[in-house]
């Protein structure tokens, strides 16, 4: 069965950082591109960034040299760092896979985890 755990949200004033980690079980997790998505109120579901098996990293325009996506191929585990948070940044969080950079990602998404940059 695949899962996707993500944790490591939370209330952050703004120009403070968050750590969020996905969990992934039933994957053969190193083989994937793992994918950091946000869904703010009222606002569709974007992909903020992008890791592939080999490292190579992508990232939308509004996260760029902010947020940083990394992964452990031995803790079937991805993150993302997310430094000088804005206001803008506040949305729940989600990760998911695919098999390569132009597959779908899977149906299966977990409960995500809520971010809020606030004063």
């Known amino acids: 069965q695949v899962q996707f755990v993500e944790s490591g949200g939370g209330l952050v004033q703004p120009g403070g950082s968050l750590r969020l980690s996905c969990a992934a079980s039933?994957?053969?997790?190193?083989?994937?591109?793992m994918d950091w998505y946000r869904q703010a109120p009222g606002k569709r579901r974007e992909l903020v960034a992008a890791?592939?098996?080999?490292?190579?990293?992508i990232y939308t325009d509004s996260v760029k040299g902010r947020f940083t996506i990394s992964r452990d191929n031995a803790r079937n585990t991805a993150y993302l760092q997310m430094n000088s948070l804005k206001p803008e940044d506040t949305a729940v969080y989600y990760c998911?896979?695919?098999?390569?950079?132009?597959?779908?990602?899977?149906?299966?998404w977990g409960q995500g985890t809520q971010v809020t940059v606030s004063s």
């Open positions: 998911n896979g695919r098999l390569a950079v132009q597959a779908t990602m899977t149906p299966y």
């Open positions: 039933g994957i053969i997790f190193s083989i994937y591109v």
């Open positions: 890791i592939t098996s080999s490292g190579n990293t």
